[in-house]
C-alpha cells in the first residue's frame, strides 16, 4: 500500500520521462544552418550603404581596401572569442549568458534589458530604414508611407521568428542565398565588365588623418556587425561544441572576402567620390555596367539581403 501510495504521488514512477527537460530547446540547426545564420546576420544593408560612408572619410582605394580588411580581421578574432565562449557555455541567450555566468545576474540583467531597449531595437531599426531607403529606388515614398512599411516588415518578421526555429532558419537561409547571389552578380560584372580608370588608383593615404580612418574603420566594424548573434541561439544548435566554433571561423572568414570583392567592384564601376555621394552604391555600380534592367535586379536582391536578418 505505501508503495502503491507512493506511485501515486511521484508521477515519474508510474509514466518515465525520456524526453529532454521541458526547458530545454530542441537542437535542430545544422551546421549549414548555422553558418547561414552568421552570413545572413553580418550581411545586411551595410555593405550596400556603409561603402557611401567610408568614402566620405578616406580618399584612396588603398586607404579604403585596408580599413575594409582590418575590420575583417578584428571581426574575425571577435567571433573567435564568441566561439569559445559559446562551445563552453552552449546555452541561448548569449552575452547575457556569458556575463550570467562572469559576473552573476545584475550583470545580466543590465545587459538583457540594454538589448532590448537600445543595441538590438537601434539594428533592426537601422535595418528597416535601409529597407525603405532601397524601396525608393524604384518608388519614392513619403516619410510616412516609409514608416508604416518599415513598421510592417518588423511585424512579419517577428512573427516568422515567432512560428518556431525551423521556419525561421528556411526564412533565413533563403534571404541568405538572395544577398550572396547579389553581391556576386555585382562583383561579376564589375571584374568581367567593368573599366579601370586612373582615378579608382588614388596613391596611398594623402589626404586621410588618423581621425578620418578611425571613423571608416568604426563604420566598417557596424558592417561587420552580428556575428554574436549565433551565441543567442546556442542552445538550439546541434553540437553545440563543434558547431558554433565552425560556423562563426567559416561565416565571419567568408564575409571578409565577400566584402572586399564588393569593394573592389564599386572601385571598379564608380570613383570614389561618385561612391561617396551615392546612397543606392549597389544599385548604381550595377547601373553603371549592366544598366538599369539589371540595377533592378540587384536591388531587388539588396532588398532581400536586408531583410535576411
Not at 510592417?152 to 525561421?168: D, E, I, P, Q, S
Not at 537561409?173 to 562583383?187: D, Y
Not at 565571419?252 to 564608380?270: D, E, G, H, P
Not at 570614389?272 to 550595377?286: L, Y
Amino acid at each position: 500500500m505505501e508503495q502503491l501510495r507512493g506511485d501515486a504521488i511521484n508521477p515519474s514512477a508510474v509514466e518515465p520521462n525520456n524526453g529532454p527537460p521541458p526547458t530545454e530547446l530542441v537542437r535542430r540547426l545544422t551546421l549549414l544552418d548555422s553558418i547561414a545564420i552568421v552570413v545572413g546576420i553580418m550581411i545586411g544593408g551595410g555593405i550596400f550603404l556603409v561603402p557611401n560612408l567610408v568614402a566620405r572619410s578616406l580618399p584612396s582605394t588603398p586607404a579604403i581596401m585596408g580599413v575594409w580588411a582590418l575590420a575583417g580581421v578584428i571581426s574575425f578574432i571577435g567571433a573567435l572569442g564568441c566561439a569559445e565562449l559559446g562551445a563552453a557555455l552552449p546555452a541561448t541567450g548569449g552575452q547575457y549568458v556569458f556575463l550570467r555566468e562572469a559576473y552573476g545576474p545584475p550583470a545580466a540583467f543590465l545587459c538583457g534589458w540594454s538589448f532590448f531597449t537600445v543595441a538590438r531595437s537601434a539594428q533592426v531599426a537601422w535595418l528597416a530604414v535601409v529597407f525603405s531607403i532601397y524601396i525608393s529606388y524604384w518608388l519614392p515614398l513619403a516619410p510616412a508611407v516609409a514608416k508604416l512599411l518599415s513598421l510592417a516588415v518588423l511585424a512579419v518578421f517577428t512573427l516568422v521568428n515567432y512560428r518556431g526555429v525551423k521556419l525561421g532558419a528556411v526564412v533565413q537561409n533563403s534571404f541568405t542565398l538572395a544577398k550572396v547571389v547579389g553581391i556576386l552578380i555585382i562583383v561579376s560584372a564589375a571584374l568581367l565588365l567593368g573599366s579601370r580608370t586612373s582615378h579608382h588608383v588614388a596613391a596611398g593615404m594623402a589626404g586621410a588623418s588618423l581621425g578620418s580612418f578611425g571613423v571608416a574603420l568604426i563604420a566598417s566594424l557596424l558592417a561587420y556587425d552580428g556575428w554574436v548573434q549565433l551565441s543567442f541561439v546556442a542552445g538550439e544548435i546541434r553540437n553545440p561544441q563543434r558547431n558554433i566554433v565552425r560556423a562563426l571561423a567559416v561565416g565571419t572568414l567568408a564575409v571578409t572576402a565577400i566584402y572586399v570583392l564588393a569593394n573592389l567592384a564599386y572601385m571598379r564601376a564608380l570613383t570614389v567620390p561618385e561612391i561617396a555621394a551615392s546612397e543606392h552604391v549597389g544599385a548604381d555600380a550595377t547601373a553603371r555596367i549592366l544598366g538599369a534592367g539589371g540595377a533592378s535586379v540587384v536591388s531587388a536582391l539588396i532588398v532581400l539581403s536586408i531583410l535576411g536578418p
